[in-house]
Nanobody, 125 residues
Framework: QVQLVESGGGLVQAGGSLRLSCVVSGNIFSDSSMDWYRQAPGQERELVAQITTGGSTNYADSVKGRFTISRDNFKKTVYLQMNNLKPEDTGDYYC???????????????????WGQGTLVTVSS
């Protein structure tokens, strides 16, 4: 039903750039804030970037000034532009959706979370 499919990962040299994409199927995107997480080998999964339904953004300190999150509401796609990549950026990158919708006139809401399968980014020195 609802699926998040990431793409764009690969091998890049330090200082290079990659752009990740996450295509969201199902009728949730317009009511979902979107996140990018990453997990390095042997490390905990960490939040990298966030974008709300209104387009406000937040970034982890480690990527601020180098990464940019954006969304295309018509294509139902969220992007992560990664510039000046460093070896410590290596890891599996995951797309995450935080869905919230008012479903009746009484104001009842439905909230759900969805995860993509991940895409591997490897930055060589």
């Amino acid at each position: 039903q609802v699926q998040l499919v990431e793409s764009g990962g690969g091998l890049v040299q330090a200082g290079g750039s990659l752009r990740l994409s996450c295509v969201v199927s199902g009728n949730i995107f317009s009511d979902s804030s979107m996140d990018w997480y990453r997990q390095a080998p042997g490390q905990e999964r960490e939040l990298v970037a966030q974008i709300t339904t209104g387009g406000s953004t937040n970034y982890a300190d480690s990527v601020k000034g180098r990464f940019t999150i954006s969304r295309d509401n018509f294509k139902k796609t969220v992007y992560l532009q990664m510039n000046n990549l460093k070896p410590e950026d290596t890891g599996d990158y995951y797309c995450h959706a935080r869905f919230s919708r008012v479903v009746n006139v009484e104001g009842a809401t439905v909230k759900k979370e969805y995860w993509g399968q991940g895409t591997l980014v490897t930055v060589s020195s």
